[in-house]
């Protein structure tokens, strides 16, 4: 299979940024796709609501549904699930895609964003493979796609940022434990990470990179089409990196996907 034609996504946090791009990506294959993210009003520093999304997926070819839902919310959470099955008959595919950043350090991170980073990254995802399961189970090439990293347990990766590693790594150990457990009922479940910083509207309201040095977020949908693509049963337990993934389809030129083709891209975290 290389297409997503008629199948369809219900992806967290979908509104703007790589989740986008993974949406417009299956768009144009004709896919319909289940936007559950928070932002209704446009934000100020952050461009893109569920609206703009829709508007942006059925352009591409798609079929959208924005629901407007709060993934740490579990009523939230089963209401989206079960409206997307109403409009479009199942879920193929779900992409925990929805997740808080906070790089402080101990004494500088409040409760409160520690709470959000683990509500949303490790609760969330948790939730949306549960309340997408029943359904996953019917569906004939189910996939779950989780933006996590490898779990690289070196005392460097948590030494800065101790409280956002930790929720980070909560979603690979998703991906782990799930991956096992849905196996045998041929449910495939993969994580995805970028090589290199991902340019996103986020990424530019943390302090100090140069998003010259990033990538966008296309290569992260590029890549995340192949995973997708592949028979469940024959990919699962991975932790991919966006560029080996287009190396193994057969992509040979990134520079098209440099912000800045002048500058190196800069190494994302987790990785050595």
Request: with cysteine; glycine share 8%; net charge positive.
């Amino acid at each position: 299979m290389t297409t997503l034609k008629g199948k369809t996504l219900f992806i967290t946090g979908g509104s703007r940024g790589i989740g986008l791009a993974i949406a417009l990506r299956a768009a144009r294959d004709g896919a319909n796709v289940a936007i559950a993210a928070k932002t209704t009003e446009p934000h100020p520093k952050l461009p893109g609501t569920i609206f703009s999304a829709a508007k942006d997926i059925d352009a591409a070819g798609g079929k959208a549904l924005p629901i407007q839902c709060d993934i740490r919310d579990e009523n939230q959470l089963l209401k989206a699930v079960d409206d997307t099955v109403a409009r479009f008959g199942g879920i193929d595919v779900l992409v925990n895609n929805a997740s808080a950043i906070n790089l402080t350090g101990t004494a500088e991170t409040p409760m409160k964003r520690f709470d959000l980073m683990f509500g949303v990254n490790v609760r969330g995802t948790f939730a949306a493979t549960q309340a997408c399961l029943p359904h996953l189970k019917k569906a004939a090439n189910p996939h779950v796609l989780t933006l996590a990293s490898p779990l690289n347990m070196q005392a460097r990766w948590f030494k800065n940022h101790v409280a956002y590693t930790m929720a980070k790594y909560g979603m690979s150990m998703c991906v782990l434990g799930h991956a096992a457990e849905f196996r045998d009922i041929g449910i495939a479940v993969n994580g995805l990470w970028p090589k290199t910083i991902i340019t996103t509207a986020a990424l530019q309201m943390i302090p100090g990179i140069d998003t010259g040095r990033g990538r966008k977020p296309e290569i992260m949908a590029d890549a995340a089409h192949w995973v997708l693509t592949q028979p469940s049963r024959q990919c699962t337990g991975n932790f991919f990196i966006d560029e080996d993934v287009l190396r193994r389809a057969g992509v040979t030129d990134f520079a098209r996907y440099a912000i800045d083709p002048k500058k190196e891209p800069a190494p994302d975290l987790f990785l050595d």
